[in-house]
């Protein structure tokens, strides 16, 4: 009779799982040079804006082409991509829907798909590892602070991952309208731009009203939305008051010199408490225009389901020390 004298033989080890990947394949170089090309450019209209308008190439028309665009696509970004896309704010019916998408395309501040999981990205690891524009992510010195607020203004627009778009928005890759206007993100950018320029041109029916409504109603438009939009990345999460309790480490503020230009979004604090909510200036006496118009909207009924402030709610998160 033999004995096996040999060392017990030990299970396998079980595989381990692959964590859910936070990106999708590196920016193209091209992709890197044409959102270089479209932060910097307006930009550059916009400091060359005061010197430029003194004395000229500043009419009525172009002021109207300028403040009518950056309505429309300012609240295509924080009614249609932010609090309805993003969140499930409330119901919308289809055209409303495809035309929300495309408002906040003209904005230029990324294709729909891409910008709704950065954002919900954002939300799942705000001020941690893992959120794509945190200004705190050098540290807490002065130094760190001022490399992290560029950062989160615009720098991170250029690092070379993207948020992976089938984990963070997996209903808008399903929906076929998304996936369209997705898809036209390139063309829409041409008729944000163009369209102020080709009604300057005719109504004026001269070259200088073609350039002067490129100028105003389409680069300096568009740069100051870029930068408001992107001052709640980095500002209101630095700077203001935080009247109401949310995750840990989330930092978000609410930042009241902003309300009217973000349209209601630097009430980010708030926002951060209740993600959800139709409403971010949920206090007396803020402001927030986009939740009127998604109130006009339900209205109408072309929304629905809409997700109001509920007192009770918003109570049990009050910051005690506000």
């Not at 909510?277 to 803020?286: E, F, K």
Request: proline share 7%.
């Amino acid at each position: 009779m033999s004995t096996d004298t040999s060392a017990p033989t030990r299970p396998a080890p079980a595989p381990r799982q692959p964590k859910p990947l936070l990106i999708d394949s590196p920016h193209s170089t091209l992709s890197l040079v044409t959102l270089w090309t479209f932060v910097a450019l307006p930009f550059v209209a916009l400091v060359a804006a005061v010197p430029l308008a003194w004395g000229w190439g500043l009419t009525a028309l172009d002021a109207a082409m300028a403040v009518t665009g950056y309505v429309i696509t300012g609240l295509g970004v924080t009614v249609g991509y932010h609090r309805y896309l993003t969140h499930g704010s409330f119901k919308a019916r289809r055209p409303l829907r495809v035309a929300l998408a495309v408002a906040g395309s003209l904005a230029v501040e990324g294709s729909v798909i891409q910008w709704v999981a950065d954002h919900r990205r954002h939300h799942a690891f705000t001020d941690r590892e893992g959120d794509p524009h945190s200004p705190w992510r050098y540290g807490t010195s002065v130094g760190a602070l001022a490399k992290g607020l560029f950062y989160a203004h615009c720098g991170w627009f250029f690092d070379k991952e993207t948020t992976n778009r089938a984990r963070f928005a997996p209903d808008l890759v399903a929906d076929r309208d998304m996936r369209t206007v997705d898809r036209l993100f390139g063309p829409l950018i041409a008729v944000s731009l163009l369209t102020p320029a080709v009604i300057g041109g005719l109504v004026t029916w001269s070259w200088t009203g073609a350039l002067t409504g490129l100028f105003w109603g389409g680069l300096v438009r568009m740069a100051l939305l870029h930068h408001v939009t992107w001052s709640v990345n980095s500002i209101c999460h630095v700077v203001g008051s935080r009247p109401f309790v949310s995750r840990d480490k989330d930092r978000a503020t609410n930042f009241w010199p902003l309300a009217i230009l973000s349209f209601g979004e630097s009430w980010h604090n708030s926002h951060h408490a209740d993600p959800t909510g139709a409403r971010h200036g949920v206090l007396r006496g803020q402001l927030d225009p986009s939740a009127r118009l998604i109130w006009v909207f339900e209205r109408l009924g072309w929304a629905w389901d809409v997700r109001w402030p509920d007192p009770i709610r918003l109570a049990t998160k009050r910051n005690v020390d506000h």
